[in-house]
């Protein structure tokens, strides 16, 4: 059975590349958290694989040449839990304009699947990005 450092490094690994891949490391009753997203007027809480899988292909719709970097994963006492910090490069695709983000994740996993994904941001980085895109189709 997978522990949460490998289940964390598969779903960095199979994000950006293999969505059905990824979507088979989620129990089905999975929850993704994404504290600081209200401050961008963005949902907090996705529950469900459906409901996470649309997210996801959301996200990754909007993003070319995803790539993760300097990858620090931390393991805890327990064996099903593990944080990971790590930086984040991509293209915004309506803009152009290149993404650089530092996270810090939590996942939590039972019987060899994620129950749960809490992913820390900057949202000044992400509303920094993401405005130009909305800028350039605005004035196109």
Not at 14 to 25: G, K, Q, V, Y
Not at 71 to 78: G, T
Not at 107 to 135: C, H, M, S, T, W
Request: proline letters at 4%; one cysteine or more; glycine letters at 4%.
């Amino acid at each position: 059975m997978a522990t949460a450092i490998e289940l964390f490094s598969d779903h960095l690994n199979s994000i950006a590349t293999d969505l059905d891949r990824w979507r088979s490391l989620y129990a089905p009753d999975a929850i993704y958290e994404l504290p600081y997203a209200p401050s961008i007027s963005a949902q907090e809480r996705f529950e469900g694989i459906q409901a996470i899988t649309s997210h996801i292909a959301g996200v990754m719709s909007r993003l070319q040449d995803l790539r993760f970097k300097n990858i620090v994963f931390h393991s805890l006492e327990d064996p099903n839990s593990a944080f990971a910090e790590f930086d984040v490069e991509a293209l915004v695709k309506a803009s152009g304009v290149k993404y650089e983000q530092k996270y810090v994740c939590y996942l939590k996993a039972k019987d060899g699947k994620i129950v749960l994904f809490r992913e820390y941001f900057n949202p000044v980085v992400i509303l920094r990005a993401f405005r130009a895109a909305q800028a350039d189709v605005n004035t196109g």
